[in-house]
């Protein structure tokens, strides 16, 4: 939702967004990504998201 307000120059709504799932859900939020290639450390993310 925050990635289509932000797009559609409705940025004040997209911080709204960001901070109130921020607010609920910060400590039970793990970011995973894909795009990241640190060598000895691919993969890391995902298992801990696995494991969660």
Known sequence: MASI?????HFQ????VLEDVERRYHSKVKIVCGCRSIKGDKGRDLKVF???
């Open 50 to 52: 696995a494991d969660m």
């Open 5 to 9: 307000l932000y797009c559609s120059g």
């Open 13 to 16: 709504a997209a911080i709204r």
